[in-house]
């Protein structure tokens, strides 16, 4: 995996830089357009490129939770199944470990949490 930043220029405490990924370049700072649960609200993915957007910020929990790794994998991955080449950044899920406090089992493997949506089990790990 291709990976990397390079620090452009400074200015105080400002900073402008590149991250490389196998998907594409971030020049940094970057606005990220929401896509929560695999897509962008009122934008397509060719609306997106038309605007520049450089890299797309979704949830890995709500991802799991709707539509569902194995809708996701059936797509051939997050990439294909939003209909987007560029760079993605997922979060870790990490707020929902604190925020379903009371639906949720942590062990060495990871999280198990019961969905608030429909009462199923879904399980968070570093591999997910």
């Known amino acids: 995996m291709t990976f990397n930043f390079k620090l452009i220029s400074e200015d105080g ?3 402008l830089g590149r991250i490389t990924t196998r998907h594409g370049n971030i020049e940094t ?3 990220m357009p929401v896509g929560t649960y695999g897509a962008v609200k009122t934008l397509s993915p060719s609306a997106l490129r ?10 890995t929990y709500h991802l799991m939770e709707r539509p569902g790794i194995e809708i996701i994998n059936k797509h051939g991955g997050l990439h294909e199944f939003m209909s987007w080449e560029r760079p993605i950044l997922t979060d870790s ?7 379903l406090a ?7 493997k990871g999280v198990e949490f019961n969905s608030p949506l429909n009462g199923d089990s879904l399980f968070l790990s570093p591999e997910i």
């Open 93 to 99: 899920g990490g707020y929902q470990v604190f925020s």
């Open 13 to 15: 405490n400002a900073r």
């Open 29 to 31: 700072p970057v606005f």
């Open 102 to 108: 009371k639906k949720r089992l942590i062990s060495e």
């Open 50 to 59: 038309e605007l520049d957007a450089q890299i797309i910020l979704s949830n």
